[in-house]
């Protein structure tokens, strides 16, 4: 008799704690969904409940290109398309084989690393011939590549697509200005597709066919077509796009790697990566899951929420200023490659 009373005062206290700890998880969630708004006030209001990433989502459209091939279709092809992938606007895998299931496209360009880039010419042909009025911006990745679709809208949010323009992971290399890893994954304005395609790949002078590494190529045509380079290193000199897994960059990349004589512009040794990041290579499949848990899934209850401001974006002088800048940056690396 005694137990039984016990057993439902303790019940009921159970209960009691639950019930409020439940208030304090659902107060929290609305908190945080409602607060994540634009709250620049140069910037439009967006709807209450709306977040910032669902809005960014329509305003800054970007059409992925993912380098595959056949025989990685089931593997790491729909694993790009199972996460990330799955945030693009609109997902397109560049392959030697049509596949409908996956939104694969047949190049018809026999698979060959040295044929890397010559499939990369017929993939951004093709994109342009289809798509170029529709998205604002074109990503390039490989099926290596893990991308923070939220980080790289809210990134290339102020920058106007029409400008002529192109952003990634900066190597040095033996022409001026460098050029975008293929691997952390590189993006085209809208202009810098259109003049890929209208004045570079019609000109062996300005893009001649080779055997060389594809985004060195790339990167040397778009230079040649009037394409700058930009910055995509954050105010602290971190970057954002990176050409390895986090594992390599933490606690530190190692000097005298690879990397470390190819920069660009020199890493942030002490705190490589932003708070702002945006791509990863080097990403085995099963770190896509594990990205995608700490990224999508895990909450840390009890932080402070965070909320980030639109950026302004910049008018047509502000934009000229900015790729005028870029342009005249030279490389922190003053060995010559
Ligand atoms: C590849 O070749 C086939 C057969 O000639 C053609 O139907 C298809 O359009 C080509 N693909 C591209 C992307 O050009
Ligand atoms: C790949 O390209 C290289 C260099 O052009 C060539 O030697 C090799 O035979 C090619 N491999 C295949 C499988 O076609
Ligand atoms: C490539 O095409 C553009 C646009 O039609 C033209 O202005 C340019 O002269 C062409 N270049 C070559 C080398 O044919
Ligand atoms: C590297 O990042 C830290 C922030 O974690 C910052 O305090 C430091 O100034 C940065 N170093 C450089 C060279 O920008």
């Known amino acids: 008799m005694y137990r039984n009373v016990l057993c439902l005062v303790l019940g009921l206290i159970v209960g009691i704690q639950l019930t409020e700890f439940w208030g304090y998880l659902t107060f929290t969630t609305d908190e945080y969904e409602s607060t994540a708004i634009a ?21 800054t459209r970007v059409l992925c290109l993912v380098l595959t091939m056949p025989k990685d279709h089931a593997t790491k092809a729909a694993k790009v398309k199972a996460t990330w992938g799955s ?16 939104g694969a496209v047949n190049l018809n ?37 893990y991308v923070i679709m939220e980080n790289l809208r809210y990134f290339l949010y102020p920058y106007d697509p029409e400008a002529p323009v192109y952003f990634g992971y900066r190597f040095r290399t033996s022409y001026p200005h460098g050029y975008m890893s293929g691997g952390a994954g590189y993006v085209l304005s809208r202009d810098a597709l259109r003049r890929f395609n209208l004045f ?4 062996t002078k300005f893009c001649p066919l080779n055997s060389r590494p594809e985004d060195r190529q790339i990167g040397y045509c778009l230079l040649n077509v009037g394409v700058v380079a930009g910055d995509t290193r954050d105010d602290m000199g971190r970057d954002r796009f990176l050409p390895l897994n986090p594992r390599h960059l933490m606690p530190q990349l190692q000097p005298g790697t690879w990397l470390d004589k190819t920069f660009y512009f020199k890493m942030n040794y002490s705190d490589c990566c932003s708070d702002t990041s945006i791509s990863f290579h080097y990403s085995k499949t099963h770190d896509f899951d594990l990205y995608e848990y700490f990224l ?3 909450r840390v209850l009890g932080q402070p929420e965070i909320t980030y401001a639109l950026p302004k974006r910049l008018d047509g002088k502000q934009m000229d200023q900015k790729l005028e800048y870029w342009s005249a940056q030279n490389s922190d690396n003053p060995e010559k490659l």
């Open 109 to 145: 360009v026999t698979e060959n690393r040295s044929n890397l880039y010559t499939k990369m010419r017929a993939g951004l042909a093709y994109v342009y011939k289809h798509y170029v009025e529709d998205y604002d911006w074109f990503l390039k990745a490989d099926d290596d590549t």
């Open 200 to 203: 570079a790949l019609n000109s």
């Open 87 to 102: 945030r693009c606007n609109k997902l397109i895998f560049l392959s030697s084989q049509d596949d409908a299931e996956l």
């Open 296 to 298: 999508y899934k895990i």
């Open 39 to 59: 709250v620049d006030t140069a910037a439009p209001t967006l709807p209450l409940k709306v977040s910032l990433a669902d809005w960014l989502h329509h305003e």
